[in-house]
Structures are given as structure tokens and as C-alpha cells.
Antibody, heavy 120, light 109 residues
Framework: EVQLVETGGGLIQPGGSLRLSCAAS????????MSWVRQAPGKGLEWVSV???????YYADSVKGRFTISRDNSKNTLYLQMNSLRAEDTAVYYC??????????????WGQGTLVTVSS | QSALTQPASVSGSPGQSITISCTGT?????????VSWYQQHPGKAPKLMIY???KRPSGVSNRFSGSKSGNTASLTISGLQAEDEADYYC?????????FGGGTKLTVL
């Protein structure tokens, strides 16, 4: 059974850093495209980042230069390092497996999400 | 890219059919048949309902169907049931990254 479990969220001051983790089971993270998607309180979904099986990474303009997606193959875990956090980064962060294919447009498995609150 | 446009809310009675639209541009929905749809109940993670415009993942009821015409994709739910009440989001490939719609709240009367 495919499972994704995010951890690492919490309350952080503006300008601070946080690292989210997403432990996967039931499949191999390094063999799949993996993404982070976030949802601000009461708002819609926003794609954040993707890491391809080959290791290439891409980011939404809103987080480019501040967030870094990575993975640890030995731990079958996906990460999101978030630096220079802003109030507008406050959201529930979901990790999601990208569906099969060459294009990132659908996500077939999602974690339960972890809440990141950026506030002083 | 700008978010895809969805109606803020739709409603229907049990047993009826409803359609949720998702309007993009010639740079996203109009150029690719790469649209997905998600159902999200309050406090829960999104669930994939439709991908590649009209394909259903295993386990998703055939009451859910997807289509596309020009720059607009649509999700139709037939035989509405109480448990269909949720938020629905569309998502399209947009050339370099995916773009989501703003979401539609479905109320089952």
C-alpha cells in the first residue's frame, strides 16, 4: 500500500528556516517524480516544486531561490528545505507522487499534509 | 501562470447531475489534454478523481467523468450523493509547471 507521511511543520518566525520531510512506503521515491503542493488556510491548491527521477528539480516562481526539494534514497524520503520564510508561505504542505508519464500535471497519491505557520 | 478559473460554488439535489467548469487559456488547457481533477473533503488531503482529461483511477466511481472543449475542461458528477459534497479542483499542464484552478465548493442540497 502506498503511503506518504509528512513531518516537520510548525510555527516559525519570518525570515526563518524549516525542513519538511515526507516518508514514503509502498513504492520507491527515487523511481518516481515527486512534488510538494501547498494550500494556504481557506485557499486553493498551489504547486510548489517537483523532483524528477533523474534528479532535476523545478520550482514555482513564488518559492524559487528560497526552497529546495531533495530526497534521500536510502531513507525513501522526500524533503523540502524552506529558507527566508514569509507570512505568505503559511499553508498546509502536502507531498504527492506525480502520476506516470512525462508531464507533471496529476498527482495520484498524497500525504496527510503538515501545517507551516510563519508568524512573529 | 495564472490560476485556472472555476466557479466558486455549484449545488445540486441527490440523484441529479452537475458540471464544474475549468477555464484556462491556449497555453494550458487548450494546448494539452493533460487535465486532472481532485476531490477534497474538509481537513483531508485531495484525492485524484480524473486524469488525462477523462480517465478514472482505479476505485473512482464511474459517476465521475471528465471532458474538454477548447480552453475549458469540465467535471460531471451524475447521480449526486451526499458524500460528493466537497471542494473540487482542476489542474492542467502549462508547459513548464502545473497550474491549479481556484476550486469549486459542491453542495448537495
Amino acid at each position: 500500500e502506498v503511503q506518504l507521511v509528512e513531518t516537520g511543520g510548525g510555527l516559525i518566525q519570518p525570515g526563518g528556516s524549516l525542513r519538511l520531510s515526507c516518508a514514503a512506503s509502498g513504492f520507491t521515491v527515487s523511481s518516481n517524480y515527486m512534488s510538494w503542493v501547498r494550500q494556504a488556510p481557506g485557499k486553493g491548491l498551489e504547486w510548489v516544486s517537483v523532483i524528477y527521477s533523474g534528479g532535476s528539480t523545478y520550482y514555482a516562481d513564488s518559492v524559487k531561490g528560497r526552497f529546495t526539494i531533495s530526497r534521500d534514497n536510502s531513507k525513501n524520503t522526500l524533503y523540502l528545505q524552506m529558507n527566508s520564510l514569509r507570512a505568505e508561505d503559511t499553508a498546509v504542505y502536502y507531498c504527492a507522487r506525480v502520476g506516470l508519464g512525462d508531464y507533471v500535471y496529476y498527482f495520484d497519491y498524497w500525504g496527510q499534509g503538515t501545517l507551516v505557520t510563519v508568524s512573529s | 501562470q495564472s490560476a485556472l478559473t472555476q466557479p466558486a460554488s455549484v449545488s445540486g439535489s441527490p440523484g441529479q447531475s452537475i458540471t464544474i467548469s475549468c477555464t484556462g487559456t491556449s497555453s494550458d488547457v487548450g494546448s494539452y489534454n493533460l487535465v486532472s481533477w481532485y476531490q477534497q473533503h474538509p481537513g483531508k488531503a485531495p484525492k485524484l478523481m480524473i486524469y488525462e482529461g477523462s480517465k478514472r483511477p482505479s476505485g473512482v466511481s464511474n459517476r465521475f467523468s471528465g471532458s474538454k472543449s477548447g480552453n475549458t475542461a469540465s467535471l460531471t458528477i451524475s447521480g449526486l450523493q451526499a458524500e460528493d459534497e466537497a471542494d473540487y479542483y482542476c489542474c492542467s499542464y502549462a508547459g513548464s509547471s502545473p497550474v491549479f484552478g481556484g476550486g469549486t465548493k459542491l453542495t448537495v442540497l
